[in-house]
C-alpha cells in the first residue's frame, strides 16, 4: 500500500479511500483555512512518513496544496480532473465521488516537484502545440493533463505545472505521438 500518509480536505474523502484501499492512512486538513497547529502536523508527517496531497480540483483545495506546498515543498502530489471529481448527481466536486479505478490512477501518478524548476516549458511551445490561443486549446489542454496526471489546468497553469514537475518537451511530444499510434 501507501506508505507516505494521503492529505485529504475531510471525512468524506477520508471515507472514500478506505472504500477504494481498506486500510490507507489520511490527514484531513478540515477546509482550506489550516491552522499553525495542522500544517506543523503535516510537516512532520512528511519528514517521518513522507505525504501525497490529494485534494479536490476546485478552488479551495488548489488553496490548501499551495499553502501546503509552500511549507512542504517536495510533498507529492496526485491530481484528479473535474470530470473525474463529479457526483452523479447533484452539485460538488471532490475526491469523494470519483471512482476506485480513478482514485487508483491519480495516486499512483503522484509526483513531486522537480529540484531547481527551471523553466524549460515555453509558452511559445504551447502555442505550438495548439494547447493555448487556439479554439479548441481547452480540450488539448484537458486532454494532455489528463495523460500526465497533473489536474485541471488553463494555460498559464499548464506551463507552470509542467516545468513544476520537471516534464520535458520531449515527454509532451511522446503523450502525443502516442496517441497518433
Known sequence: MYKEVIIVEGRDDTRRL????????????????LDE?????????????GIIVFTDPDFPGQ?????????VPDAKH???????????S??????????????KKALKQAMTPAAGN???ITQAFLVQLDLIGHAKSKQKREWLASRLGIGYVNGKQLMHRLNLFGISEEQVLEVFEKSEN
Do not use: C, M
Open 18 to 33: 478506505k472504500e477504494v484501499f481498506g486500510e490507507i492512512e489520511t490527514f484531513e486538513t478540515g477546509g482550506s483555512a
Open 37 to 49: 497547529t495542522k500544517l506543523a502536523q503535516i510537516e512532520a508527517l512528511q519528514k517521518h512518513r
Open 63 to 71: 488553496k490548501i496544496r499551495q499553502t501546503i506546498s509552500n511549507i
Open 78 to 88: 496526485a491530481y484528479l480532473d473535474k470530470a473525474n471529481a463529479k457526483p452523479k
Open 90 to 103: 447533484g452539485k460538488g466536486l471532490g475526491v469523494e465521488h470519483a471512482n476506485a479505478e480513478v482514485i
Open 118 to 120: 527551471e523553466q524549460k
